[in-house]
């Protein structure tokens, strides 16, 4: 099937400056295919580069922006045997190497040439070689596309569950109930933990209430919820797990006020760019604490959190606030800059 021509998407240019633009549909190689986007999610990444223009590692502008998506595949290059046209995908937004120091080691999320790949909110989206072959999966059936899009942002929560190690019985408290914060609080209630969950706004506390946080705690400017955690564990000791997804110094330092000693924190929100926090040595040291980050997933997480949303543990839905057609985008982003809070909404370049 022959599709070249153009197509409708969302280029980034520069601060601030996304413009819907007709580009010529990319042209695929070999190991290549094309796929008909169906639903891409926005993601606080995105934003994050639109309102700052650039991402170190992601993307250079300009460029197609978008990472999370699924649609059908409707051209396949001549080397590619593990798909067909007509398959219904869901393709990760990077892909590693395999060869590097990292991947031997087995942390592909740190692979020296991670491979990117944005342009999700366009018709069309060409799905790299590498990306075919180890990060890209057949959707389910009774799975829908905006369903399997969180699988990439669901990959991110995943390895970051797996870094700080929960279990059962544990206590977590998640800081931060965006997106990213409230699949920190699903899953880690699957995992059988024990939630408190620390936002800033009802709506929030809410949203993490239903999907079983047990304590809510409301962060008001300036206060500082460590008490409150402490209140709501066992022998006042603090919680035995934090998760910081707010990416604020400010964040960072409650997290480390509020985890027990001999816990774990895990600074999942990446701060803005030469970010300094400091932290009392002697509570680190004397706590035996263990601090840690974790960056992006890797094509294991990718697949389990896809086999998580068939699997109907976790409800995309309960990520995804609304829907768009691909023409109202700009529009999109625009309102994203100005209402904080918010969840998801899947960009329809079908509609
Ligand atoms: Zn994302
Ligand atoms: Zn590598």
Redesign the pocket.
Known sequence: MRLRGEMLAGVLHGKEELRLERIAVPAIGPADVLVRVRAALT????LKVYRRGHHARMITLPAPLG??LAGDIVEVGQAVRSFRVGDRIVAANSAPCLRCFFCRRDEKNLCESLLFNNGAYAEFIRIPGRIVECNTYRVPDHVDYREAALA??LACVLNGLDDTGVGPGDTVTVIGLGPIGLMFVRVAKILGARVIAIGRRQMQLDRAEHLGAEALIESRRGSDPTDEVRRSTDGGRGSDIVIEAVGSPHAWRQAVSAVRTGGTVNFFGGCPKQTLVCFDTGRIHYSSLTLRSTFHHTPKHVREALELIARDDLHPADFIEAQAPLRDLVAVFQRMTTQSGRLKTAILPQE
Do not use: A, L, N
Request: hydrophobic share 0%; charged share 40%; with cysteine.
């Open positions: 993601c606080g990444t995105d990472h999370e990439e942002p």
